[in-house]
Nanobody
Framework: QVQLVESGGGLVQAGGSLRLSCAASGNSFSINAMGWYRQAPGKQRELVAA???????NYADSVKGRFTISRDNAKNTVYLQMNSLKPEDTAVYYC?????????????WGQGTQVTVSS
């Protein structure tokens, strides 16, 4: 089983920046895709950004040009650099990892980290 630990959320003023981290740990696993989702109160969880093992990325239109996703494969960690934050970015952010134990593929979620952007 893979465990995910997120960090980096908090309260920031509009226009500010935050960096989220999500570290995966466990025994005998290999990670494929890693991503960040968010869920605002009363709304569905939505994909923010994803990065594949080869490094290709995709972003939600609402964050393009402001957020950057990256990964450190040696540390099994994915990052989300969030710049020019807006109040509408306020949400709980969850990392998601697609991994294999070399027999099956699985998806795991982090515990979530709150990001609050004040106007």
């Amino acid at each position: 089983q893979v465990q995910l630990v997120e960090s980096g959320g908090g309260l920031v003023q509009a226009g500010g920046s935050l960096r989220l981290s999500c570290a995966a740990s466990g025994n005998s696993f290999s990670i494929n895709a890693m991503g960040w989702y968010r869920q605002a109160p009363g709304k569905q969880r939505e994909l923010v950004a994803a990065i594949r093992s080869g490094g290709s990325t995709n972003y939600a239109d609402s964050v393009k040009g402001r957020f950057t996703i990256s990964r450190d494969n040696a540390k099994n960690t994915v990052y989300l650099q969030m710049n020019s934050l807006k109040p509408e970015d306020t949400a709980v952010y969850y990392c998601n990892v697609r991994w294999t134990d070399y027999e099956r593929w699985y998806g795991s979620w982090g515990q979530g980290t709150q990001v609050t952007v004040s106007s």
